[in-house]
């Protein structure tokens, strides 16, 4: 009797340097539909304005073709603000995936624990302190909101260094959400403070932004939020494999041979820098985050938050905020209102049907 | 050697302590402002107060320092007294009914609705003061409960710890959202709001105080009627099932104190991070985990609370002061990062 490997069970993998995928027909199917979907929603974005411009046209002009006029309308006033979009949700979307994968937490997102509220309020001090107007809001304000979002991350990390209750030194998980939750109320409660302490006028354009708005996005944001995002892809997908280990806990991470701190601190310093550039260049943009990981869990049916559907799902998120903030409401929103409009229900929906399930079983 | 009764008697007297602290700090509340008072003229002020036969808040004028404690610092220290016993009891519950160390009333969305209902009301209907906007406020935390505990809970009334504060973090962004964009679309909204939206105890009507003493009150009387059952439930749904604890009974009896409290100091003060967050951990350190003992404590430490932090709210900012809301934060969150720090947290 000879002896047989029965391959056809084993699942075809991708390999790329040290990345490794394991790929399965469905998930490839349902990743690409949300590709199609992200991309639908991003020339959408683009036909909408104040002057609309038919679906095929956008498409026409994206691939070489159209008139002049078309072509400055597309190109160069709403390509930026659609891309930013694009960038700003999918740098989200994996900034959320990677803190919820490590801290083992679906609630650990960086607007959960402060990252987003340290960007934020580092932007409303140079709002109110500088009048809102000149050098200091155009520049200041991203600049500020970037160290802002960093110094918060970095308190955070370095506050809950200290010993495990299994006696090595080091990060747990639990204790830098807590940290990260008791920063975000203190840095909220500041902003709330600093608002009592403006002008109205200078309070209302820092609701504005505090709420996420696409409307002054241009060439000048999308560059450092592009640079931002590729630096987040290049870590995540490179820690894949550290992030399905740090899935199974300490412990088991460990015996696989992986050093554990120093893997959590960068792929949480890369979670940081996306947050982080994301809210400098458009304001804190709500729930996406939070939410996106968790919608893409779901589709995707993963046992933990994927990283390419978390992105992928982030960017349909905020595109699909833009384009509904300017064609189905009558004021022009800022986006983040919208994510969060509809992200919130969507995620109470989510958890209603996850009940049903999981008591009809 | 510490046998049950030893651990009864420090309890009870951990307990005489803190109250103790709590009424001398009351004290310190009526004294120290911007024109600080001696310890004589806020007896005197009081003692003429407390025995004036139409009550405390409605006595013919008196002299500026008995106008002072009687316009201004009496019903400003009852109205952080209660709301501070009342979010410090309500934390407690949280903390309890979700099993969550992480749970208070902002993360369950009852200060989002609260929130939100203030700012609509205050738009719709030009509202400007807190006596105006408070029936929606506290309408809106009830609502908010509801739907955060009823969503968690759909499906044979088995509320996760999880799904409950996911649906808690759902409905508070949504509500902000909406918050957010009615604030927006009118100025004098926003310049209302952001008043409420930092929490203070300063400037409110006494009307206010007596407008929410009522839930206040209610809401701590279910909170000690549920606090044996709590007990029961925190060995887990299906011990407590198995000792006859009905479970869906217990838990609307929780949610009902929760919204009362969180929802009628919110709606008075307007919401305060924190205080629910921290003081049950600090209760916990003395009692353990009875909530017949923890409850009470986290009242009186609650109070203790609310009032240090407005009290330094007062001094460290003259000639004007740093709202109790802000103050609280900022006295709270290095404190709580210090506590998370030092002590391996006690799990649910």
Excluded at chain 2, 104 to 120: K, T, V
């Amino acid at each position: 009797m000879t002896l047989s490997l029965k391959t056809e069970s084993v699942r075809p993998a991708l390999r790329v340097g040290p990345v490794s995928l394991v790929l399965r027909p469905i998930m490839v199917l349902v990743v690409a539909a949300l590709a199609a979907a992200m991309l639908l929603l991003f020339c959408l974005d683009i036909a909408t304005g104040e002057s609309h411009i038919p679906l095929g046209r956008v498409i026409d002009v994206l691939t070489g073709g159209g008139t002049r006029a078309q072509r400055f309308i597309v190109l160069d006033s709403r390509l930026p603000r659609a891309l930013t979009a694009l960038v700003v949700g999918a740098a989200l979307g994996l900034a959320g995936a990677i803190t919820q994968s490590i801290l083992h937490n679906p609630l650990a997102a960086p607007d959960m624990l402060g990252i987003t509220a340290g960007a934020s309020f580092g932007a409303v001090t140079v709002l109110v302190i500088g009048g809102g107007s000149g050098l200091a809001a155009t520049l200041g304000g991203p600049l500020a909101a970037l160290a802002g979002g960093l110094l918060t991350a970095a308190a955070i990390y370095l506050l809950a260094w200290g010993r495990s209750p299994t006696g090595d030194r080091g990060v747990t998980g639990m204790r830098l959400v807590l940290i990260g939750v008791g920063m975000n109320a203190l840095l909220l409660s500041g902003i709330s403070w600093l608002l009592t302490r403006a002008s109205l006028q200078d309070a209302q354009r820092a609701q504005l932004w505090l709420n996420g708005s696409l409307n002054n996005a241009d060439r000048s944001g999308l560059l450092p939020a592009a640079f931002a995002l590729a630096v987040v892809v290049v870590v995540a997908l490179g820690s894949a494999r550290t992030l399905a280990a740090l899935r199974l806990g300490a412990d088991t991470t460990r015996s696989l041979g992986v050093r554990i701190q120093t893997q959590q601190a960068i792929l949480i310093g890369a979670a940081v820098v996306g947050s982080s550039v994301a809210t400098a260049v458009v304001g804190p943009v709500s729930f996406v985050a939070l939410a996106a990981p968790q919608i893409a869990r779901r589709v995707l049916r993963t046992p933990g938050e994927p990283l390419i559907g978390s992105a992928l799902i982030g960017a349909i998120l905020v595109v699909g905020a833009d384009v509904a903030s300017r064609s189905v409401f009558p004021a022009d929103l800022p986006v983040g209102i919208v994510t969060a409009a509809f992200g919130g229900p969507f995620l109470l929906y989510l958890l209603v049907r996850m009940n049903r399930k999981a008591t009809l079983s | 050697m510490t046998t049950l009764g030893t651990v009864r008697r420090r309890r009870l007297s951990g307990l005489v302590v803190l109250t103790a602290l709590l009424l001398l700090t009351v004290l310190a509340s009526i004294a120290i402002g911007t024109r600080s008072l001696s310890p004589g003229t806020v007896y005197d002020a009081v003692h003429n107060a407390v025995t004036c036969p139409g009550g405390p808040f409605s006595c013919p004028a008196g002299s500026t320092a008995e106008e002072i404690v009687r316009g201004l610092r009496l019903p400003r220290t009852a109205l952080a007294l209660v709301t501070g016993l009342a979010l410090g009891i309500a934390g407690a519950l949280i903390q309890g009914y979700t099993r969550n160390p992480l749970a208070d009333a902002g993360l369950l969305g009852l200060n989002a609705g609260a929130a939100f209902l203030a700012a609509l009301s205050i738009y719709l209907f030009g509202f400007t003061s807190p006596e105006q906007y408070i029936w929606f406020a506290f309408a809106g935390a009830l609502i908010a409960g509801l739907v955060v505990f009823g969503a968690s809970a759909v499906g044979g009334g088995k509320a996760s710890p999880l799904s409950l504060v996911l649906a808690g973090a759902a409905v508070t962004a949504f509500l902000q959202a909406m918050t957010n964009a009615v604030v927006l679309l009118d100025p004098t909204a926003l310049d209302t709001y952001r008043f409420w939206v930092v929490g203070s105890v300063a400037g409110r009507d006494a009307a206010v105080l007596w407008q929410v003493l009522p839930f206040l009150a209610f809401g701590v009387l279910l909170a000690l009627v549920a606090s044996p059952g709590l007990n029961l439930l925190s060995l887990g749904d299906e011990v407590a099932r198995g000792l006859g604890v009905n479970i869906g009974r217990s838990r609307a009896l929780g949610l009902a104190a929760i919204v009362l409290l969180s929802g009628a100091a919110t709606a008075a003060v307007g919401p305060i991070a924190f205080l629910g967050l921290v003081v049950p951990h600090l209760a916990r350190v003395i009692t353990g985990p009875d909530y017949r003992w923890l409850i009470p404590y986290s009242g009186v430490i609650g109070g203790l609370l609310l009032l240090v932090a407005d009290i330094i709210g007062r001094v460290v900012a003259r000639p004007g002061e740093l709202q109790v809301g802000v103050m609280l934060a900022a006295v709270g969150a290095p404190f709580f990062i210090a506590f998370v720090r030092r002590r391996k947290l006690v799990s649910l």
